[in-house]
């Protein structure tokens, strides 16, 4: 890598999802449509957490700060996206693009661990309800949020560290937002220490939150069997079937899109992917814990109750 910010780019050109007009503005509606939904979705989940005390428990503390991820997380990316829709060059300045990657980076990183946080939550709930309250209590989560904003930092910082330090001889980004690896597109210096970095640190990042929610999910299923009524095991299960849910299309996309080098992937194939988990699983997190979770649905039903009865 070249020593020094040696960059003579000072903006760029994001290239956007598609170049046919003709479907510009069917995919302008649609992710218009997911952003609102995404909106009110998580803003939704937010404040009922808050304002229900039905739903003061560490778990839904833990859910209220996915759901605030997957906002920030869906208003870092959707918004220059839509932009790109209704303009016909669309531009990001040096200090934008930077400072996107940065947001984009912490958020899904901080994402990776606020799930393995949620699976030990589970775990301590199922496998030790006994000391529950103790073992997640207020302090203990407030802890946990905190780390988990924590790495999300740490690995953004590291990842613009590194983007910093690179010559960039293009200005054309084959993406539709700011992303690692189409930056390393546009490199005029080696990028091989950049690749690394961002391999061992995806790597990390995905690998280390899965072990600990693979961990949490093989004491939760030993608990489960033990359990001697069908209707037990069913209603034990259904505790956990949002959280599955979410971890299974998140990290998904996520190992598809960053866990290869970038000479093997295509960027048109990681677009999509990284599509799914930018803005459709951020939608899509918010349904899942709603329809499928009796304390949401009761939280729900008592909040409109008392809306109706004032």
């Given amino acids: 890598m070249a020593e020094g910010n040696h960059s003579t780019v000072t903006e760029f050109i994001l290239t956007g999802l598609t170049d046919k007009p003709e479907l510009q503005l069917p995919l302008f509606l649609l992710f218009l449509g997911i952003y609102v939904l995404t909106v009110v979705g998580n803003l939704g989940m937010i404040t009922l957490i808050v304002l229900s005390s039905y739903l003061h428990t560490p778990m839904y503390y833990l ?20 932009v790109n829709f209704v303009t016909e060059k669309n531009t990001i300045s040096y200090a934008e693009c930077m400072t996107q990657l940065y947001f984009f980076a912490a958020l899904a990183i901080a994402e990776c661990h606020m799930l393995a946080a949620m699976a030990y939550d589970r775990y301590v709930a199922i496998c030790n309800p006994l000391l529950y309250n103790v073992t997640m ?13 924590t790495m999300g930092l740490i690995g953004a910082t590291v990842h613009i560290a590194c983007i910093y330090s690179m010559l960039f001889c293009e200005a054309m980004i084959n993406h539709y937002a700011c992303d690692l690896y189409p930056l390393l597109e546009l490199s005029c210096s080696s990028t091989f220490i950049n690749e690394i970095v961002g391999l061992c640190i995806s790597a990390f990042n995905i690998f280390f939150p899965t072990l600990i929610i693979f961990s949490s999910y093989i004491f939760i299923i030993a608990s489960i069997l033990r359990i001697r009524s069908t209707e037990g095991r069913a ?14 299309l998140f990290f998904g996309s996520g190992a598809f899109t960053y866990l290869q080098p970038s000479a ?11 599509v799914f988990y930018t803005t459709v699983v951020p939608m899509l997190n918010p349904v899942i814990y709603s329809l499928r979770n009796k304390d949401v649905k009761v939280a729900i039903s008592k909040f409109l109750g008392k809306r109706n009865f004032l």
């Fill in 264 to 274: 093997v992937s295509s960027m048109d194939q990681g677009k999509v992917s990284s």
């Fill in 235 to 248: 209603k034990t299960f259904r505790t956990c079937s949002s959280h599955i849910s979410a971890v299974a």
């Fill in 137 to 149: 209590s207020n302090q203990v989560c407030s802890w946990m949020v905190f780390e988990v904003y």
């Fill in 63 to 82: 859910l209220s700060s996915l759901s605030f991820i997957d906002l920030c997380q869906s208003t870092v990316i959707t918004p220059k996206m839509l």
